[in-house]
């Protein structure tokens, strides 16, 4: 019994002797490629005369040498005092107090403390010494975006890509670093049929889906290497003067993810069929959107959709001549840009299509769309528009937390002195007071600010309007 016992310590040691062998034999090994890397380095063609920004300096090399040694000394030392302690075991096993799993333990514990220190030397190996980007450094393959996916298409497009010089490019980075939204990896499924296609041809017809990914957060969305599907007979656009209160040429969209199939039944009174909201009379060029936010001749309020609508010229008197350039953040077709360009007023029109052409019909009466999601930080830089004005979109439905998010981000690109327009802004009367607090929270100058019921409601909701200029705030 007591030689059977000798028997099985004696093959667990020698297998802790060969980890232990192996261990050491991977060490001295790299250790080697390390030393024999390093003087090679120095030798080959004098790369320091060519690239004098990228090789490590003469003490940079000695330094990286020093502590390549100094590891390789730590786990030789290691080793051996491991090795110390076996024979003291196998020579007095009476002496040891460490149970059999004990024994395991530490032992695994002494060849993690190994293996740390040999990754530690092959990083450094690896980096030369440089201080790299984050993502260029070798991670797990699970931790790897572009491992996450199956699609060639999106692997290649989310790896990292270095400069083909091996230098720092204009930006500062010596990679491009190219991003797709975080909520992506959460919609695998539908963005891999997103980047299903043939490099160099036509793209499916997929839009409605690209919009579905952006609104759930996959938002930037990669980009693709086949081209945009275009409408089959496109047809040039009507000159300036005709396009923006006429309605554009059918065959210059896509209708095919659309109910309606032409523009004339968008602009009908049918609007069970349209299979698009908050916006149901906003094709109606003629009728609905023409008169908004001017003033008619002999008839002040006939032409306003609701009492707590402003005029543009009263606006504009707020800051007269100070505002050319601004952002229409609402659900239409680019009237209100439309307007401010009879005033001389540059606006974009942030959109995205809600079960209509939205996008298509402001361009093709020759205005600017942007399309966005509320889920973007504004594409504009600091303090630089005049105006931003938002109606019928930014409502009610929206969460208090998030609506913060977007006032800072308007707050962001404002410059001191322009206006933020809320026009028309609807909530439940329960949800009015956090509402205001919400914009009031801006500090903003009250130019203009009223509360009206909304009628058809009964009287459950009201509309809220108001002017507000951002100010200088010179001392924060």
């Known amino acids: 019994m007591t030689k059977q016992n000798v028997d099985t310590k004696i093959k667990r040691w020698r297998?802790?002797?060969?980890?232990?062998?192996?261990?050491?034999?991977?060490?001295?090994?790299?250790?080697?490629?390390?030393?024999?890397?390093?003087?090679?380095?120095?030798?080959?063609?004098?790369?320091?005369?060519?690239?004098?920004?990228?090789?490590?300096?003469?003490?940079?090399?000695?330094?990286?040498?020093?502590?390549?040694?100094?590891?390789?000394?730590?786990?030789?030392?290691?080793?051996?005092?491991?090795?110390?302690?076996?024979?003291?075991?196998?020579?007095?096993?009476?002496?040891?107090?460490?149970?059999?799993?004990?024994?395991?333990?530490?032992?695994?514990?002494?060849?993690?403390?190994?293996?740390?220190?040999?990754?530690?030397?092959?990083?450094?190996?690896?980096?030369?010494?440089?201080?790299?980007?984050?993502?260029?450094?070798?991670?797990?393959?699970?931790?790897?975006?572009?491992?996450?996916?199956?699609?060639?298409?999106?692997?290649?497009?989310?790896?990292?890509?270095?400069?083909?010089?091996?230098?720092?490019?204009?930006?500062?980075?010596?990679?491009?670093?190219?991003?797709?939204?975080?909520?992506?990896?959460?919609?695998?499924?539908?963005?891999?049929?997103?980047?299903?296609?043939?490099?160099?041809?036509?793209?499916?017809?997929?839009?409605?889906?690209?919009?579905?990914?952006?609104?759930?957060?996959?938002?930037?969305?990669?980009?693709?290497?086949?081209?945009?599907?275009?409408?089959?007979?496109?047809?040039?656009?009507?000159?300036?003067?005709?396009?923006?209160?006429?309605?554009?040429?059918?065959?210059?969209?896509?209708?095919?993810?659309?109910?309606?199939?032409?523009?004339?039944?968008?602009?009908?009174?049918n609007n069970a069929r349209k299979g698009f909201f908050k916006c149901a009379d906003c094709f109606n060029l003629t009728d609905h959107e023409m008169p908004r936010w001017i003033r008619l001749e002999g008839d002040s309020i006939s032409n306003q959709t609701s009492e707590a609508d402003f005029f543009i010229d009263d606006v504009l008197g707020i800051k007269l001549g100070e505002i050319r350039i601004g952002l229409d953040f609402s659900v239409g077709t680019g009237t209100f840009a439309a307007r401010m360009k009879d005033f001389n007023v540059t606006i974009v029109s942030a959109t995205i299509n809600f079960g209509a052409p939205f996008s298509e019909m402001i361009a093709l009466r020759g205005l600017v769309p942007l399309y966005l999601t509320i889920n973007q930080r504004l594409p504009f830089f600091d303090n630089t528009l005049d105006l931003i004005h938002t109606t019928r979109f930014l409502d009610g439905w929206i969460d208090f937390v998030l609506l913060d998010f977007v006032l800072y981000d308007w707050d962001r690109v404002l410059r001191p002195g322009g206006l933020l327009w809320i026009d028309s802004f609807f909530c439940l009367k329960e949800d009015l007071y956090i509402y205001l607090e919400a914009f009031k929270m801006l500090r903003y100058k009250k130019h203009k600010w009223i509360v009206v019921p909304k009628i058809d409601k009964d009287d459950k909701e009201v509309f809220f309007s108001a002017v507000l200029e951002k100010p200088s705030r010179p001392f924060r």
């Open 15 to 269: 297998g802790v002797y060969f980890c232990i062998f192996i261990a050491g034999s991977i060490a001295l090994l790299l250790s080697g490629a390390s030393m024999s890397k390093f003087f090679s380095l120095k030798s080959f063609l004098d790369v320091e005369s060519f690239y004098p920004h990228l090789t490590p300096s003469e003490d940079t090399n000695r330094n990286n040498q020093n502590e390549v040694l100094a590891t390789v000394q730590i786990v030789i030392t290691k080793i051996q005092e491991e090795l110390e302690k076996l024979r003291e075991i196998h020579q007095n096993p009476s002496s040891s107090s460490l149970s059999s799993s004990q024994s395991v333990l530490k032992q695994g514990a002494f060849l993690s403390d190994i293996l740390g220190l040999l990754e530690s030397l092959h990083s450094e190996d690896q980096n030369g010494g440089f201080v790299v980007h984050p993502l260029m450094k070798e991670k797990k393959r699970s931790d790897e975006p572009a491992n996450y996916f199956l699609r060639e298409e999106i692997r290649k497009y989310v790896r990292v890509r270095p400069n083909r010089l091996g230098k720092q490019n204009f930006m500062g980075a010596n990679a491009t670093f190219t991003s797709i939204g975080h909520a992506c990896f959460s919609m695998k499924e539908d963005l891999e049929e997103y980047m299903d296609y043939d490099i160099g041809e036509i793209c499916n017809d997929d839009w409605k889906l690209a919009q579905k990914l952006m609104v759930h957060g996959c938002d930037p969305l990669p980009r693709r290497r086949c081209f945009s599907r275009a409408p089959k007979l496109y047809n040039k656009p009507f000159p300036i003067k005709e396009s923006m209160w006429k309605l554009p040429d059918d065959r210059n969209v896509r209708w095919s993810q659309y109910r309606c199939k032409n523009f004339t039944c968008l602009a009908s009174n």
